[in-house]
């Protein structure tokens, strides 16, 4: 015969309820005031749902980012896209380079090259980028790296004519991710061995939700992407066939699954 549970108390529904949110940034638990939500949820809601559009819309200040890169040698590039609404319609047009801008690069025949472009959260390129590479850049001594491509209206595999282009061995796109209403300056780390047309998306390998607040940190987004490099170039590949094969006790708690695909 099971024994009654005990009635939950007010107070231990909301002791439930906190111990969950504790764990998990989705919006549960948020109560309700006659059959509305409070008020301050409604309003965080819709700051936060702001907050995405605006990482979405807001053009990234190219300049300012190279800037922030300096001394590291920097291009400023744009996609065949004319203007963030035709980016935002055809994504196609964000995967090329502008005529113009493909003139501009030069072969320099490295190991590497960093394409940073904004994506769909500039915000999120603006804040972590210029941090994320230097942190990256003691774990890839060694290896030779290219000028860094700053890109406009660019999409993931717009790395692929310009590490093409530079004769690189590898391409690392840092690119701003589509933003959520709980992060909307999430970077993510595309890699791609020997890119150049044709390439698909199971050919890359992703470390994503790089970000200060709760997302994996520069140091452990570094540490994985300085191993996927030099594994990927001794195995001569990356994407579904490279696995994160370090020991548990090598990587971040906080660190995400690493996707083989944008």
Known sequence: MSTPTKPVTNDGQHALWDRLRARTSA???LGRVGTALPLDEVLKFQFAHAAARDAVHTPLDMAALAHDLAPLPTLLLASAAPDRATYLRRPDLGRQLSAESAALITPERCDLVFVIGDGLSATAVQQHAAPLVRACLPELVGLSIGTIMLVQEARVAVGDPIGAAMGARMSIVLIGERP?????????????????????????????????????????????????????????????????????????????????KP
């Open 27 to 29: 919006r549960i638990g």
């Open 180 to 260: 959520g209403l709980s992060v909307a300056d999430s970077l993510g780390i595309y890699l791609t061995y020997a890119p150049g047309p044709g390439r698909m998306d199971s050919e890359r390998n992703c470390i994503s939700n790089i970000h200060g607040h709760g997302g994996l940190d520069y140091a452990a987004a570094a540490r994985t992407l300085g191993w996927l490099v030099r594994e990927g170039l001794k195995r001569g590949l990356t994407g579904i066939g490279l696995k994160d094969e370090r020991p548990a006790l090598e990587r971040s708690s906080a660190q995400p699954p690493i996707l083989p």
